[in-house]
């Protein structure tokens, strides 16, 4: 591979100084705050809100190096290049080349990936504090409020003609204008909201009130057809601009992508999904569940609970994701699905999105287990670490690998979503109520909740060792409780020690344990969840299952046979391969003869998470963590005998 990245924007942080004095006045993904950009507050009472990204700091760890990695990329991508197809549109002298895949200009989705990399810039910039994200950002925006004013179409923008949109309305073939659109609102919505950037808003607003005025005269009967092309997260956005500005006119645009089709029988609680096409549906859900917290309105909480839990119940893969060749199946049967088409990243990025809304309105473990389980064995399993390109799917036919983009000709949604996902792993760590924190997953980070004069920091090595490791500081001697979750997965117990002393856990796993009392600096809290071997069955046959440790998914080793270039890496917009050439003697049965997985299944001494097969099979077979597994082929799903 070539050297992907250039160290340009190193000297850039010379002018952090002056931009960080601007205050970062971000919301963590709009969820649960009450953030001073906000006009409309929320109209629920959320048990948990999110701190804002800046006041939590990855350390060392999995999640700060894919971080990394997806920062080099962002800075690294050259915004003539990006713009290209744009300033074509707009009849705007350019020499830049342009793109490829779905950034192509005659690629009917061009211009998304300008949105994902907004939003990415601007949540690294909250992040990490670094204002090289947040210059880069700034010049997009310009670039763009360039071409809007150039097109002069009363606030319209995007790479591609408004006659895309027209096609949209008519239902003529047209691949997905409003998904595009919706990308590029969110983004620059986003570049507002974490860094402060005016003209981003006002390039949001002119295009939100462009959008109203398309549709607003429409019929029901023309609305409903506008709606039949995937739309992605328009309501969504057009929530989350209406929380801001106050307009009526942004909350009613949202309203015009309410597809009854879809969500009318989710409202009314019956199961619908199979045969859909699973993005599609989720961004929707995320609008709803937005609008919930913005109008109080329940029919929308109803769609949310409902869509979650279905999924979650009857379509999730052990990795946390679903699909197959990107539609929903006949509920639970996910073993008929194992092939080399599982699980886009597109979809959990999404559920995670709207797991993190659900979570804030009940504070349910059960959504910070499947966050954990999503985030560990899907999003931190989609980066590729040599280079920090993104995976399209999770192929789960054994044998196959994992396939990733190319640094300038790909551009899948999924590289998209990818900006987002790794510049944002610090949301969901922890939580808080009017008391206390919420300690939600176990990542080397420090949290500093500045209004309480409350520091956390976190230290671990999880999932490589059990024990998580608090220490506090405060500015006085505080009494607040923190809520530590106490995983599902945690069958084998919980020890719990504050400054050294072994406390009494009497609640069961799937809670939080509660720990109340008066804090002040240098106290220290010690968790540990002694990890097992399970077997993580399909829904419809008991003799499919994955293998996980503890939290962790394992992948069995199947080598490299056959991997030759460019694999795995992809050229142009192809997200597979057609031809994976899987040898013979690839293993996918496993002779357990019913005995425990123990029996069977054994530590390797001095390599942590990795264990062996013993005389499960023909041959000794090892298993590492799936987000540890690259560049080689795997085995995830087994046949039990």
């Known amino acids: 591979m070539k050297k992907l990245f250039n160290s340009n924007y190193q000297v850039i942080n010379l002018l952090g100084l002056l931009i960080l004095l601007f205050p970062l006045i971000a919301q963590s993904q709009y969820i649960g705050q009450n953030s001073q950009t906000e006009s409309i507050p929320v109209k629920i009472t959320a048990k948990a809100s999110g701190f804002n990204l800046q006041d939590v700091k990855l350390l060392d760890s999995r999640f700060k190096e894919n971080m990394e990695r997806n920062g080099n990329w962002l800075l690294g991508m050259d915004i003539n290049r990006l713009m290209h197809s744009w300033r074509v549109n707009a009849g705007i002298l350019t020499s830049a080349k342009s793109l490829g895949g779905w950034e192509a200009l005659d690629c009917e989705l061009r211009g998304h990936t300008a949105g994902h990399v907004l939003s990415g810039l601007a949540l690294m910039y909250a992040s990490t504090g670094n ?74 607003t002119k295009m939100s009130g462009w959008a109203y005025r398309k549709l607003h005269l429409l019929t029901p009967a023309q609305l409903a057809a506008n709606l039949k092309n995937e739309f992605g997260g328009m309501n969504d956005a057009a929530y989350n601009l209406y ?22 029988p989710l409202a009314n609680v019956t199961d619908i999904l199979p045969k859909l096409h699973a993005n599609t549906q989720i961004p929707k859900i995320i609008g709803e569940a937005r609008g919930f917290e913005l109008t109080g309105n329940n029919n929308q909480k109803t769609i949310a609970d409902f869509f979650w839990q279905t999924v979650h119940d009857h379509h999730t893969y052990a990795n946390g994701g679903n699909s197959d060749h990107e539609f929903f199946f006949t509920p639970d049967k996910l073993s008929e699905h194992i092939s080399p088409n599982t699980t886009e990243t597109c979809n959990t990025y999404n559920m995670l999105k709207l797991t993190r809304h659900l979570f804030t309105w009940t504070a349910d473990t059960k959504y910070a287990d499947y966050y954990e389980q999503a ?11 040599k280079t920090g390109m993104a995976s399209y799917f999770m192929p789960f036919k054994p044998g196959l690998f994992k396939v990733y983009s190319s640094p300038t000709t790909c551009f899948w949604c999924c590289v998209g979503t990818g900006f987002e996902s790794n510049a944002k792993y610090s949301e969901a760590i922890y939580y808080h109520d009017a008391n206390g924190i919420y300690v939600n997953l176990f990542i080397p980070s420090e949290l500093n909740w500045k209004e309480k004069g409350f520091k956390i920091i976190q230290q671990t090595k999880y999932p490589e060792e059990t024990v998580t490791r608090l220490k506090i500081e405060a500015n006085q001697e505080v009494k607040m409780p923190l809520y530590i979750r106490y995983p599902s997965w945690a069958v084998s117990g919980a020890i719990i020690k504050v400054n050294g002393k072994k406390l009494s856990v009497k609640v069961k796993p ?77 293993i996918s049965t496993l002779n357990t003869q019913g005995k425990k997985i123990a029996d069977w299944l054994k530590p390797v001494p001095g390599q942590l998470l990795t264990f062996k097969t013993a005389g499960a099979a023909s041959r000794e077979i090892t298993l590492i963590p799936y987000y540890q597994l690259h560049g080689e082929r795997y085995v995830l799903y087994w046949d039990l005998k």
Not at 172 to 201: C, E
Request: aromatic share 10%; proline share 5%.
């Open 243 to 264: 929380a801001i500005t106050g307009n009526q006119q942004d909350k009613e645009l949202a309203e015009m992508f309410y597809d009854h089709k879809v969500l009318d």
């Open 131 to 204: 204002a090289a994200y947040k210059i880069k950002g700034d010049s997009i925006v310009t670039a763009m409020a360039e071409c809007q004013k150039i097109l002069n179409q009363d606030g319209y923008l995007s790479a591609f003609p408004q006659n895309f949109v027209d096609r949209c309305i008519a239902a003529s073939r047209v691949w997905a204008p409003w998904y595009t659109l919706h990308k590029i609102l969110a983004g620059l919505t986003d570049m507002y909201l974490y860094t402060g950037n005016k003209q981003a808003l006002e390039a949001a």
């Open 510 to 586: 799937g809670n939080y344990i509660v720990l109340d009392r008066k804090w002040k600096t240098g106290d220290n809290i010690e968790v540990s969840y002694p990890m097992e071997l399970r077997l993580v069955s399909t829904n419809d046959n008991p003799n499919k299952a994955a293998i996980a440790y503890g939290p962790i998914l394992l992948a069995g080793k199947m080598g490299i046979e056959g991997i030759k270039e460019p694999a795995p890496y992809a050229v142009n917009d192809q997200n597979e391969f057609n031809n994976y050439n899987i040898p013979a003697d690839v």
């Open 375 to 385: 985030l560990y064995n899907h999003i931190l399993a989609a980066q590729d670490p």
